[in-house]
């Protein structure tokens, strides 16, 4: 079999390889969440000690959520006649460059947050994500781009990933890809890790292309209302919705496909924590800030 040659576009030769760079190290487990824990919130409450690394992507994996109503990633087979680390790392080959992503029309591989975890992280990731009953634990060869201490702004991947040992979950016995599967509570997870995930320099195009058709944004008009209408009356509701976040988050996957939060609940569940002294502004008589991404990013 013969390859034929590739060439890179002018303003990417020197700048980008198709090789990674050596690995780095790391003292704790490296995890690979490309599910409901993209949500950075959410791991920083499941796993306190947890680290976040960099994005990484995951070469021929495909991404789903699958008959049980969440997130999997399912194994593609290896490209013919090639030996292994040449069919491990050559992918999807590089497409429209302006794109910032590799075949933004295929979905041949994963993206996802990478997290350096305890053992204690571990143990307590394992419970959330209901092993082995939910998910299995695997492991892979992962490209990473690394977030450098103070670095900001969205990562570059087109840069040279570097070559990382990962751990992460699936599901091999459910692997029919299923769109109107997904749980309400875990669709707003899904949401706010999609946020979290834009902000780090994961691909729009791969997330509109491979995430989005399982997906969809979470219609939050009703809930948002009633904060508007608190928000306009001078309450803060900072700690309301930081609390409820903070519940969603420690819901396992186990306990999600029980679990309905649906928007009357989420109102319901506004309403009863809202204080007895509802309408009163702050001590100071000024609103505090709501958080970033509370239920809407308007907020």
Request: glycine share 8%; with cysteine.
């Amino acid at each position: 079999m013969s390859i034929p040659h590739l060439s890179l576009p002018e303003d990417l030769r020197g700048s980008a390889s198709r090789s990674p760079s050596p690995a780095p190290r790391f003292a704790g487990t490296l995890y690979f969440g490309y599910g409901s824990n993209l949500w950075q919130h959410q791991v920083a409450i499941r796993c306190p000690n947890a680290r976040f690394v960099g994005i990484g992507r995951l070469r021929h994996w495909s991404w789903q959520i699958n008959e049980k109503g969440y997130a999997n990633v399912v194994q593609l087979p290896k490209a013919p006649e090639l030996d292994d680390d040449i069919s491990r790392w050559l992918g999807p080959l590089i497409g429209d460059h302006h794109s910032q992503d590799l075949r933004p029309d295929s979905n041949q591989r994963t993206y996802g947050m990478v997290y350096e975890l305890t053992d204690e992280d571990v143990n307590n990731m394992d419970r959330f994500d209901d092993v082995p009953n939910c998910y299995v634990k695997e492991e892979a060869e992962i490209e990473l781009w690394q977030r450098k201490e103070g670095q900001t702004g969205k990562l570059d991947i087109l840069r040279r990933g570097k070559r990382v040992r990962v751990m992460f979950y699936c599901d091999r016995t459910h692997v029919t890809p299923s769109p109107d599967t997904i749980f309400r509570a875990y669709s707003y997870k899904m949401n706010q890790g999609i946020i979290d995930a834009l902000g780090e320099g994961i691909p729009e195009g791969y997330i509109n292309k491979c995430v989005r058709p399982f997906v969809p944004a979470v219609e939050t008009s009703a809930v948002e209302e009633t904060i508007q209408g608190w928000m306009d009356s001078g309450l803060d509701i900072k700690k309301v919705v930081e609390k409820l976040e903070d519940r969603l988050a420690a819901i396992s996957i186990k306990e999600e496909t029980n679990t309905v939060v649906s928007k009357e609940s989420l109102q319901s569940f506004l309403q009863s924590e809202v204080p007895s002294s509802a309408g009163a502004k702050g001590s100071d008589g000024q609103k505090s800030p709501p958080r970033r991404r509370a239920l809407s990013s308007r907020w």
